[in-house]
């Protein structure tokens, strides 16, 4: 079983629609990470944060607007998405310190649909 | 630039039949290197990495893997394989000057055939 956990697992929205991925977990790690995912490709990077700070921004569309409330919530935003941006969004958490050598957790994922 | 490797898509594999799944990394300086497996309309689940030391890592489910650093390698392995190892496999690096970026190959699967 994951200890990352993501809310909802499936969402359908249309393009003007506002709705909210969220993702959570309780084993004190101190960097959360949001990657998109199609179909047979790897993550792709889009966001991280490292002790609630922004630390990572990979050039993504400010249509998707990333938030972490405190050390154990992250949550992405989307607003105005494209077809295109159907895809399964992925939660990650690593230690922190990059320093060490953490390996990534992963929830199960949300899978998006845009109409 | 750090970039990874994994020159198959796809590697059939009889059951119990050893199997291996090839990775080939590029970083400067010491490369961190991991193994993920997914299943279908699942996230990654970790199998296991490199970080310093011994160049053979066992790492979950009976997986092992043989960092080899004259050749740029990390290639995955297991004995004897199950069906129920048929999934995609994913390798990351993460390089040691203090990043959160870890770059995913390309992914390869593994179908093990009964």
């Known amino acids: 079983d994951t200890e990352v956990t993501q809310t909802p697992k499936h969402l359908v929205m249309g393009m003007t629609n506002k709705k909210s991925l969220k993702c959570e977990q309780h084993?004190?790690?101190?960097?959360m990470y949001w990657y998109k995912q199609k179909a047979k490709k790897p993550p792709e990077l889009m966001f991280v944060?490292?002790?609630?700070?922004?630390?990572i921004n990979e050039s993504v569309p400010s249509r998707f607007s990333p938030e972490c409330p405190n050390s154990s919530l992250l949550n992405l935003h989307l607003h105005a998405l494209q077809p295109e941006d159907s895809a399964l969004y992925l939660c990650a958490s690593s230690r922190g310190d990059t320093s060490r050598t953490g390996e990534l957790f992963f929830g199960e994922g949300s899978r998006l649909t845009v109409l | 630039a750090q970039s990874v490797a994994q020159p198959e898509d796809q590697v059939n594999v009889a059951e119990g039949n050893p199997l291996t799944v090839k990775c080939t990394y590029s970083v400067s300086g010491n490369p961190y290197l991991f193994w993920y497996v997914q299943y279908p309309n699942r996230g990654l689940q970790f199998l296991l990495k490199y970080i310093t030391g011994d160049n053979l890592v066992k790492g979950s489910y009976g997986f092992e893997a043989e960092f080899n650093k004259s050749q740029t390698s990390f290639h995955l392995k297991k004995p004897s394989a199950l069906v129920s190892d048929s999934a995609l496999y994913f390798c990351a690096v993460r390089a040691d000057s203090g990043t959160y970026k870890y770059i995913f190959g390309t992914g390869t699967r593994l179908k093990v055939l009964a």
């Open positions: 944060y490292s002790y609630e700070k922004l630390s």
């Open positions: 084993m004190g790690h101190r960097a």
